[in-house]
Nanobody, 127 residues
Framework: QVQLVESGGGLVQGGGSLRLSCAASGRTFSTYAMGWFRQAPGKEREFVAAISRSGGSTYDADSVKGRFTISRDNAKNTVSLQMNSLKPEDTAVYYC????????????????????WGQGTQVTVSS
């Protein structure tokens, strides 16, 4: 099992930047593909970005492509989401998630494939 704890959320003006971090417990972090999702009030949870076990493959949602960057450090059991050029529509609770994966280079996009979730961190972007 793995436990996930997000941090780094907050209030930022439009055009600004934030860096979210997710710390994972356990010694098997490198066996999990990781992802970030978000949920805005009144909306369904949506995929933001994913990264493979090795960190060699990433995939971003079209809505954040070119603005957000996902990365991981398997030595430190962390996954991060660098968010630049933030927009008010990026306002949401952001969740880190882990999916057991047999493929070192595979990314996981569907939320139903993620077995472990953090508690979320609020990101609010003002206009």
């Amino acid at each position: 099992q793995v436990q996930l704890v997000e941090s780094g959320g907050g209030l930022v003006q439009g055009g600004g930047s934030l860096r979210l971090s997710c710390a994972a417990s356990g010694r098997t972090f490198s066996t999990y593909a990781m992802g970030w999702f978000r949920q805005a009030p009144g909306k369904e949870r949506e995929f933001v970005a994913a990264i493979s076990r090795s960190g060699g493959s990433t995939y971003d949602a079209d809505s954040v492509k070119g603005r957000f960057t996902i990365s991981r450090d398997n030595a430190k059991n962390t996954v991060s989401l660098q968010m630049n050029s933030l927009k008010p529509e990026d306002t949401a609770v952001y969740y880190c998630a882990a999916a057991a994966s047999l493929l070192p280079g595979g990314v996981v996009v569907r939320d139903s494939q993620y077995g472990y979730w953090g508690q979320g961190t609020q990101v609010t972007v003002s206009s």
